[in-house]
T-cell receptor, first 115, second 113 residues
Framework: DQQVKQNSPSLSVQEGRISILNCDYTNSMFDYFLWYKKYPAEGPTFLISISSIKDKNEDGRFTVFLNKSAKHLSLHIVPSQPGDSAVYFCAASAPGRGSGQNFVFGPGTRLSVLP | KAGVTQTPRYLIKTRGQQVTLSCSPISGHRSVSWYQQTPGQGLQFLFE???????NKGNFPGRFSGRQFSNSRSEMNVSTLELGDSALYLCASSPAQVGTEAFFGQGTRLTVV
């Protein structure tokens, strides 16, 4: 039972255009969401996060949108650059489970930005 | 500030053996989590330690265990290795607070033959 879903295994975008990566979740207790980027042979790198009290968070070229009623979040990258080519993971956590860090990750979306 | 350090980077073990992986968190971080990444399952949460106590545990068999030392360094141990344990094992550290991002190490690639 996958609680965090990324239904697009891969995405190709032209350099300079917008990349939109989507993520859906099923657990309504999730209240904190993160996006990570992963290059081969490296650990995931934190990109941006959003708590459930917000519907948008922006950091440079990266913006995360959260739609709680639809249990959906998306990561927008504008403009996309070839160096953004990587696997992007959506992650979520819920409060109360031992009050610790316990992220549930989606399966990832491989983004390819074409020059 | 040094990042999360995992050792060793690569490991080959035989079925039935046991293995211990090590993780040194970012200085000042007291929470250490472990994840298993496989091509079919993505990143799966193993367990999280804080102040030498296990705070959270994922759905893995008892062959997977861990511990944390007083300096926040953590080890995870897998006993009676199976072929399916071949994976990238990632360690992440966080400040004490809940609801903050976790910073990952480069991982240990374990191959069981």
């Amino acid at each position: 039972d996958q609680q965090v879903k990324q239904n697009s295994p891969s995405l190709s975008v032209q350099e300079g255009r917008i990349s939109i990566l989507n993520c859906d979740y099923t657990n309504s207790m999730f209240d904190y969401f993160l996006w990570y980027k992963k290059y081969p042979a490296e650990g995931p790198t934190f990109l941006i996060s959003i708590s459930s009290i917000k519907d948008k968070n922006e950091d440079g070229r990266f913006t995360v949108f959260l739609n709680k009623s639809a249990k959906h979040l998306s990561l927008h990258i504008v403009p996309s650059q070839p160096g953004d080519s990587a696997v992007y993971f959506c992650a979520a956590s819920a409060p109360g489970r031992g009050s610790g860090q316990n992220f549930v990750f989606g399966p990832g979306t491989r983004l390819s930005v074409l020059p | 500030k040094a990042g999360v350090t995992q050792t060793p980077r690569y490991l080959i073990k035989t079925r039935g053996q046991q293995v211990t992986l090590s993780c040194s968190p970012i200085s000042g971080h007291r929470s250490v989590s472990w994840y298993q990444q496989t091509p079919g399952q993505g990143l799966q949460f193993l367990f999280e330690y804080f102040s030498e106590t296990q705070r959270n545990k994922g759905n893995f068999p008892g062959r997977f265990s861990g511990r944390q030392f007083s300096n926040s360094r953590s080890e995870m141990n897998v006993s009676t290795l199976e072929l399916g344990d071949s994976a990238l094992y990632l360690c992440a550290s966080s400040p004490a607070q809940v609801g903050t991002e976790a910073f990952f190490g480069q991982g240990t690639r374990l191959t069981v033959v």
